[in-house]
């Protein structure tokens, strides 16, 4: 099986490529156009600015790469955010695969809240089977000052200061605001799930 992690000018990629090597699972780092196209499973993390992430991909023709995948793909954390229409984040058109906002959160959401949102926080309403084996309210690893808001697309959802989805779903592609690869033993699972897919 050919699981390739996409390479893009964010950061945390190689922190989920090591978290597969713990799982003895086997991936390339890339963003070769032929390697992404012809791998069984894509991932597609990372940690950063959206405006500037969306330009790095535009630049190396990955956004018409990416929107054009029939695998399955997971958008973890800033990877999620991308799949969506737009991102409040500097004003960023993003790729539009889920047409959904990524707002940031508001400082007086509900309770007050510090932004972004550092640590662990709960899962729930969990609607996939990616989250097979996964119970509810499972803790989750989280750093994030903007989030992706509630829809049909939600398959887990998550509280800070407002309910938002924690996770998404279209078709073949899947998206995690969550860090799996800092989510122990949960975020381990997860990650097994989605390469079993």
């Not at 992430?53 to 630049?59: C, G, N, R, S, V």
């Not at 906002?101 to 996939?128: D, H």
């Not at 690869?181 to 699972?189: D, L, N, Q, T």
Request: hydrophobic share 40%.
């Amino acid at each position: 099986m050919r699981i390739v992690i996409i390479k893009y000018n964010a950061g945390n990629i190689q922190s989920v490529l090591f978290a597969l090597e713990r799982l003895k699972i086997d991936a390339m780092v890339t963003d070769d156009v032929r390697d992404i196209q012809n791998a069984d499973k894509v991932i597609f993390p990372g940690v950063g600015e959206a405006n500037s992430a969306m330009l790095y991909l535009k630049e190396r023709k990955l956004d018409k790469v990416i929107t054009g995948l029939q695998q399955p793909v997971l958008g973890i954390c800033l990877g999620m955010q991308l799949l969506c229409q737009y991102s409040e984040e500097n004003a960023t058109g993003c790729l539009g695969i889920f047409p959904l906002q990524v707002r940031r959160f508001p400082a007086n959401a509900g309770e007050r809240i510090k932004i972004p949102q550092i640590g662990w926080n709960n899962i729930y309403s969990l609607t996939s089977p990616l989250f097979k084996g996964i119970d509810e309210n499972s803790y989750i690893y989280n750093v994030h000052s903007y989030y992706v808001e509630d829809s049909s697309y939600t398959i887990a959802k998550c509280r800070y200061g407002l309910e938002y989805a924690s996770a998404i779903k279209k078709d073949n592609f899947y998206g995690l605001q969550f860090h799996t690869e800092k989510s122990s033993a949960p975020g381990e699972r997860i990650l097994k799930n989605f390469i079993g897919l």
